[in-house]
């Protein structure tokens, strides 16, 4: 039997050891040190990096690389399994090797880099001896590729980089930044002379490039090649936020049921009023909609490559969104006015609901690609009535039973009764 929604115990184990090591040893480190295990000061890494080697020791780092671009193989629905437990905790990613946005920028050197820029930059980013960060978005446009202006002209042996991007996450802390040009992706170090990180916004750094130069080798990829490239680096990161999204409303619907359970209202716990039943009710099955896509997706991945998922990827995108503010709000609604304070997790995650609708592309763009891709799977129908009409259709069933009618006057009375029962019903 295919169709097999069960894990194997070893992999299994895997992830209770996983939920207990994140219970225990990330989850405190979160919240005495929050950051330690992005920080590149020696105490905080003597903190984060032993529980990286654990994560290593158990052969689960670097998960979501495939065994030919240097990580453990493990594929996309394991990936998403273990990610419905890391997208709880803060820093779990980052102990796991497995953090935007270098897992992106990772599979896209993996994939287009030559060994040379692979020694260069992948196996240094796999180990976070160094950060990246990946410049796309420009402040005049963000959801129209057609719109961007960084362009890369070549100067004998170099290219010399103008341009100005917005929006790149962590690109002020970075040690190499990604910037997609008009004719092609290239890998600019972030001390070059010529980037300039302006004031706003902080963590989405604005970022100026003053002509800066880098070598020829810096091009990643082919040449005018940075749409395939960045469609490879945002598909896979786009189903990795999607899996984080399942981690998140799980536990908002814990703490929406261990709530429901603990307080009372008018005589009973509130668990026994039916608008909490509903709210719950609608959250069990929302989620479950939402992780079924999310694995079923990662399946295909596995099962095909990334672009044959595509149209699935564009709908977990605008899914994972929709349910995180559907289900936080419910959630901090329950949970009253300690859910509107910064006290328990709920504000923050119903706060991220909207960012999630934009980051990695807008929810409407993938929606015009979910309903480009199915429709190409249909055609007109090609008279007056849709192909479903019932009397069209009837008329076809009748040809068929012709000789049967014209023999038995009993089956012929049955189906001119049953057409006029249907003809009394409009
Ligand atoms: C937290 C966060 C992190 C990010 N990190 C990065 C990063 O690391 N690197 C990077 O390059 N970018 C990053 N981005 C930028 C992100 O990719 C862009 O915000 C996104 O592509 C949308 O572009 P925009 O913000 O310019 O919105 P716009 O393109 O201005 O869109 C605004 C609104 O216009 C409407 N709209 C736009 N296009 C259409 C359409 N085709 N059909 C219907 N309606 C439409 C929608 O309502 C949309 O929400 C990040 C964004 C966020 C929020």
Known sequence: MAWDFSTEPEFQAQ????????????????????????SRDPKARALADPLKQQVKDRGLWALFLDRELGGPGFGQLKLALLNEILGRYRSAPVVFGTAAPDTGNMEMLAAYGTEEQKRRWLYPLMNQEIFSAYSMTEPQGGSDPSLF???????????????????????????????????????????????????????????????????ADHLLGPEDGARVLAQRRLGGGRIHHAMRTVAQVKLAFDMMCERALSRESHGKTIADHQMVQEAIAESYAEINMLRLLVLWTAWTIDNSTTREARTQIAACKYTCAKVLREVSYRALHIMGSLGTTNLTPLQAMWASAPTMAILDGVDE???????????????????????????????????KYADLLAADPDLAAWADHAARAMARGH
């Open 15 to 38: 992830l209770d050891w996983v939920e207990q090591f994140c219970r225990t040893e990330i989850e405190p480190l979160d919240l005495m040190f929050p950051g330690a295990a992005y």
């Open 149 to 215: 202006q960084t362009h890369a002209a070549r100067a004998g042996d170099h290219w010399i980089i103008t341009g100005e991007k917005w929006f790149t996450s962590a690109g002020a802390r970075a040690d190499i930044i990604f910037v997609m040009c008009t004719n092609g992706m290239f890998v600019v170090p972030g001390d070059a002379p010529g980037v300039e990180i302006m004031e706003y916004p902080q963590l989405h750094n604005h970022i100026r490039y003053n002509d800066v130069r880098v070598p």
């Open 365 to 399: 763009v993938h929606k015009v690609t979910v309903a480009r891709n199915v429709l190409k799977g249909y055609q007109p129908h090609p008279g007056l009535w849709p192909s479903e009409y019932i009397p069209a259709k009837r008329e076809e069933a009748r040809k």
